[in-house]
């Protein structure tokens, strides 16, 4: 059994066993979906651009909708299994990130994730791990046009980070889904668009995964529906559109017709509604 815990807990040993694994699922490791072309990291921005219907796009779409939670829990649970294989260590998982930005809350560090770009070059990240400079860091997979070859940020341009009151207001939202007003609604609008709109850059584009800060964003969303599970025991933890929690064959989609699957598993919605069952879990929930 994984366990995923936040990144302010993890030993600088840790810290660094993760980076490297990045950096080898990026440089080491080919593409599945475009062998020669790009990494296998690459294919989870692919993937994420498809599901964004842009590229070649996924239906249905799993943004602005019920699926989000469990379409997003798949695709970072395959990241963290690419990332053992990649450094051939069972230790590595993901670390989240809660959004704030305090002492050692603070993942945008020259020892873990890298600072700020440079607004003398287009918000270009321009050192720390995953920049050109450092570790030839390349964006492969671009929203448009080949463009800027390095992951940007833009922190704090636009907008503001979640406060802990918007979270504890988001998980007192039920049922799950509702057309405004659910859970899911409320926290994909309020929680995680705002995180993606903070960071700007790479993070503000349907390429978001090109920057690394993406896998600890999305792990701290997948926390917190487990919270919301936790808190909410009585009514279920997954409902569609239509108000209904019968889900047992909802196949989630990651690639489209044309294209090859990125990982051999198929998974329904129900598949991912315990994490044990994908055999991980938060060390506090
Ligand atoms: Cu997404």
Redesign the pocket.
């Known amino acids: 059994m994984d366990i995923r815990r936040n990144h302010r807990d993890m030993t600088a040993q840790q810290k660094s066993a993760l980076i490297d694994a990045i950096l080898l699922l990026k440089s080491n490791v080919d593409s599945v979906l475009r062998p020669g072309e790009q990494g296998r990291y690459d294919d989870f921005v692919q993937i ?1 651009k498809n ?2 219907g842009r590229g070649n796009p996924l239906t249905p779409n ?2 602005r909708s019920p699926l989000f939670y469990p379409w ?1 829990r798949i695709l970072i649970r395959q990241f963290e299994l690419a990332l053992q294989a990649a450094a051939n260590d069972s230790t590595i998982t993901l670390p989240y990130w809660n959004w704030q930005l305090n002492g050692a809350d603070n993942p945008f560090t020259s020892d873990f994730m890298g600072a700020n770009g440079d607004n003398l070059r287009a918000q270009r990240v321009t050192s720390g791990f995953f920049s050109m400079e450092q570790t030839r860091f390349e964006v492969k997979v671009w929203d448009d046009a080949p463009d800027n070859p390095g992951i940007r940020r833009n922190l704090g341009a636009n907008g503001t980070l979640p406060t802990a009151e918007m979270v504890i207001s988001a998980l007192n939202r039920t049922p799950y889904w509702t057309e405004q007003s659910g859970w899911e609604n409320v926290s994909e609008v309020e929680l995680h668009n705002a995180v993606h709109t903070w960071i700007g850059g790479s993070m503000g584009q349907a390429t ?1 995964p090109n920057d690394p800060i993406f896998f600890l964003h ?1 792990c701290h969303l997948d926390l917190l529906w487990e919270r919301w599970k936790h808190q909410h025991r009585d009514i279920p933890a997954y409902t569609n559109e239509a108000g209904s929690a019968e889900m047992n064959d909802t196949v989630l989609v990651f690639h489209p017709a044309n294209e090859p699957a990125p990982w051999s598993q198929t998974f329904t919605v129900q598949q991912t509604l315990d994490t044990e069952d994908l055999d991980y879990r938060y060390e506090y929930i």
């Open positions: 994420h599901s964004m799993p943004h997003h978001s999305h």
